[in-house]
């Protein structure tokens, strides 16, 4: 079930990040979403649906990891938000990008029973 979760819950987080297609340079831009299957992305500009792109961004930690990843841009508007599914990840940042969702859902979890002990004692 949790597995289930982290595949379609995004988690809101707000990290750097830089993006760009085969053809451009990378581009910075803001991680705002994140979930087992993909990212929403906030940029200066958009990227045409179903190009392909390349990500790099760091994990926060106290020791910090970077990811680089493929995806495939899904959905884009004018204001330069994009939907990238992930299509390629090395092992070693899969697994440690599937850590980091357990740690957002553990943090997400204990928030939400946390308002709902307040909800019941308020």
Do not use: C
Not at 24 to 37: E, G, K, N, W, Y
């Amino acid at each position: 079930m949790q597995k289930e979760h982290r595949r379609y819950f995004r988690y809101t987080v707000d990290l750097p990040l830089f993006v760009g297609t085969e053809k451009d340079s990378l581009m910075a831009a803001r991680l705002m979403h994140v979930s087992a299957d993909g990212l929403a992305v906030r940029s200066s500009r958009s990227v045409k649906l179903e190009a392909r792109v390349n990500l790099r961004f760091d994990l926060p930690s106290i020791e910090p990891y970077r990811i680089e990843a493929k995806g495939e841009v899904v959905w884009a508007d004018a204001e330069g938000r994009m939907g990238i599914k992930l299509s390629h990840m090395s092992a070693e940042p899969r697994r440690k990008y599937t850590e980091w969702l357990d740690v957002l859902h553990a943090q997400h979890e204990f928030r939400r029973l946390t308002e709902e002990a307040e909800a019941l004692t308020g």
